[in-house]
């Protein structure tokens, strides 16, 4: 728990906890608990410094969820509890809720629908991760299957992902597995492709984005039934990968 002031010991220690923990999630700031009420998640403890405040902004910028705020959140002294980042009092609130069990593998064989599956090979920055898991839930895909060895619900990913990640199915595997458990289309989302037009996207594909640094790996290009691009002014090498995934998002939400 980055930034605890005064030591709750207890406190502290249940947090620190819950990070290693992979059936539980920490939620840090108002957006990201906000999130998880509205989308169902079982939270399980919440502790604030300012309950007030939190109800104050959810009667301003959630009102669906008024009163659930106070019902919830343990008060903690006012400078119990500081999360490093909080300009407001109403982000000085930390939770914990319980990981929903998905496994990447039902995720990509859901039953094929016109809604794409986002796979993110191996990102490793972790807000930039939670940044796509949000665009992802507010473009309605059907789910998010991360590779490599980083955490996507990782406390960091959480509050980069606003608490959405209990949107949608969000998993994890090591490696994409291969035969892939799906008869989804895999399609390449990599600068080198053909220029991506809406129609070229097809129903129910996975859409598959590169690590930050390297891109796509040869193994995941070589078994893509396309390649798309999105176009750029020449001498610009690349986008961030969770602009990329927003672009081709909306660009099949326009199809
Ligand atoms: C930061 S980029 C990786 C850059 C890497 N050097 C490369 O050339 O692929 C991360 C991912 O975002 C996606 N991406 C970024 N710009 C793109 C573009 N113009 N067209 C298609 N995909 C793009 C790709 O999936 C890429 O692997």
Redesign the pocket.
Known sequence: VCGVERVDTDLVARFRRARGDDRLVVLEGFHALKHALRFGARVRDAVATDVGALERLAAELAPDLAGRFAALARPVGGRGLRPARAARAADRVLALAERPPVDAATVLAAALGSAPVVLL?DPRDLGNLGACVRVAAAAGVSGLVTTGDRDPWAPEALRGAAGLHFALPVARAEAFPHPPPTDRPIV??????AP?RPAAVPAGAVL?????????SDALLARADAT?????TPG??????A???A??LYAWRLR
């Open positions: 090979e390449a989302i990599d600068p080198a492709g991506l598959a984005f590169g690590t930050e640094r390297a891109g796509l798309l691009a999105l176009p750029m610009v090498s690349s986008l961030n990968l602009t990329a995934v672009a081709t």
